[in-house]
């Protein structure tokens, strides 16, 4: 008879194989754990980055949509509270003559088209969007052909130049005064009367009004001087 010939699998090979395979399997092991804290670190999103408006969302639309959501300034300047405020004894006398503040109906009536010293529709977003107060004067029994409106604006340094350019690009005419910018719509008379545009912007308040066939001459810069008495 021939030489036994040693069966595959021989009982003397059997450890180093069950070495080798308990190596590959620890391996594997560590390599899947690895794959899953590597994706669970970089690829899962955390949860304040699921919290609605944490990241930017890109716009096509003009720069003062685009820091219109930008953080509260912090106060440098003065800061009325109130629409009495921002008006000399002497000017709330002659507008209270002509007209009622803040009337019902205005306040109200969110359609109404009063309730903004702009008719620029990006510059609404910001103003609607930013700490302000709201001063409209007309008639208390309803919409009439006259009345103005002012809006004191909160605003960062980003967003005073923001609305400074925007004005620029609508047309008005803008330049400095009263330690601050003046930008003007002059006025225009047509089939509904004299309507117009005036804004101020100095120390992170923008003051913006707008008129139709009503406002005394020198409201603008009464306010100036009441809002920045003894600057």
């Known amino acids: 008879m021939g030489a ?3 069966p ?15 190596v590959g399997v620890l391996l594997v092991v560590a390599l899947i754990v690895v794959l899953v804290v590597w994706r ?6 955390s949860g304040s980055d699921s919290l609605p408006g944490t990241r930017p969302t890109p716009s096509a639309t003009a720069e003062p949509l685009a820091v219109a959501s930008a953080a509260p300034p912090a106060a440098t300047g003065p800061h009325p509270a109130s629409c009495e405020a921002i008006y000399s004894p002497a000017m709330l006398a002659t507008l209270n003559e002509t007209g009622t503040l803040n009337p019902d109906w205005a306040e109200k009536d969110v359609n109404s088209g ?4 702009t008719d620029d529709e990006q510059l ?13 004067w007309g008639n208390p029994d309803g919409g009439s052909g006259s009345g103005l409106t002012s809006n004191v604006v909160f605003v960062s340094a980003e967003q005073s130049e923001a609305v400074h350019q925007r ?27 004299i309507a117009g545009q005036s804004h101020f912007l100095r120390d992170g308040i923008w003051l913006a009004t707008r008129y139709v066939n009503a406002g005394p001459d020198g ?3 009464d306010m100036v ?7």
């Open 8 to 22: 595959t699998g021989s009982p003397s090979r059997r450890p180093l194989w069950f070495a080798l395979g308990a």
């Open 124 to 136: 609404i977003v910001l103003i609607e969007g930013a700490e302000h107060l709201t001063c409209v």
């Open 167 to 193: 004005l620029l690009g609508d047309g008005l005419n803008c330049y400095e005064e009263l330690s601050g910018i003046r930008c003007i719509a002059e006025s225009t008379e047509g089939a509904e009367g």
């Open 4 to 6: 036994a010939t040693m």
């Open 114 to 117: 009063v309730l903004f010293g």
């Open 219 to 221: 409201y603008t810069h």
């Open 40 to 45: 669970g670190g970089a690829g899962t999103p």
């Open 225 to 231: 001087g009441t809002v920045w008495a003894g600057a």
